[in-house]
T-cell receptor, first 115, second 113 residues
Framework: ETGVTQTPRHLVMGMTNKKSLKCEQHLGHNAMYWYKQSAKKPLELMFVYSLEERVENNSVPSRFSPECPNSSHLFLHLHTLQPEDSALYLC??????WGVGEELFFGSGTQLSVL | AQTVTQSQPEMSVQEAETVTLSCTYDTSESDYYLFWYKQPPSRQMILVIRQEAYKQQNATENRFSVNFQKAAKSFSLKISDSQLGDAAMYFCALSSGYSTLTFGKGTMLLVSP
């Protein structure tokens, strides 16, 4: 595996379910990100981790819970979601968190549908 | 706060022709970078081109070039000799200060034979 991989590719869940999204980066990067992509809206930054420490949380509801056990893995735990949470969830990584001009490397995302 | 605006939800171009995608931005920082990312149907976003604000020369990557107008805060992407594989969603993005990358809403580029 190379780059940034995300699983699952698609996920359908009910509002009372608990599920997790997984992201793994094979680039040796120190920073990882979760973005939410909804139709006709800019990508929304959700969380940023730098060296496994959460450094940014953009007012995301508590029903989204991130976890970064090491610099290569990032999870997004989901529980009691709402239909408006249906979106494409993208994971990304970069060499460092604070480098202006840093390129972000993205995974292919998880398309989430909440019924 | 930094903002990025893409006013063209969709653009169309024929193969071998040239198309320009528009982007305007706003930031109070003097040191910043601008990016164009491409998101094909596979959904994986890929960096197309990057421009540093301090560099006056417009960035170029093969068929892709930018027109960076700093005073006007404009950053357009020109795709020359368009190919079917260029069909994708294109996002303009801005990185400045301690802010993480901020994206526009995107422009869907359709390429016809």
């Amino acid at each position: 595996e190379t780059g940034v991989t995300q699983t699952p590719r698609h996920l359908v869940m009910g509002m009372t379910n608990k599920k997790s999204l997984k992201c793994e980066q094979h680039l040796g990067h120190n920073a990882m990100y979760w973005y939410k992509q909804s139709a006709k809206k800019p990508l929304e930054l959700m969380f940023v981790y730098s060296l496994e420490e959460r450094v940014e949380n953009n007012s995301v509801p508590s029903r989204f819970s991130p976890e970064c056990p090491n610099s290569s893995h990032l999870f997004l735990h989901l529980h009691t979601l709402q239909p408006e949470d249906s979106a494409l969830y993208l994971c990304a990584s970069s060499q460092d968190r604070w480098g202006v001009g840093e390129e972000l490397f993205f995974g292919s995302g998880t398309q989430l549908s909440v019924l | 706060a930094q903002t990025v605006t893409q006013s063209q939800p969709e653009m169309s171009v024929q193969e071998a022709e040239t198309v320009t995608l528009s982007c305007t931005y706003d930031t109070s920082e003097s040191d910043y970078y601008l990016f164009w990312y491409k998101q094909p149907p596979s959904r994986q976003m890929i960096l197309v081109i990057r421009q540093e604000a301090y560099k006056q020369q417009n960035a170029t990557e093969n068929r892709f070039s930018v027109n960076f107008q700093k005073a006007a805060k404009s950053f357009s992407l020109k795709i020359s000799d368009s190919q079917l594989g260029d069909a994708a969603m294109y996002f303009c993005a801005l990185s400045s200060g301690y802010s993480t990358l901020t994206f526009g809403k995107g422009t869907m580029l359709l390429v016809s034979p």
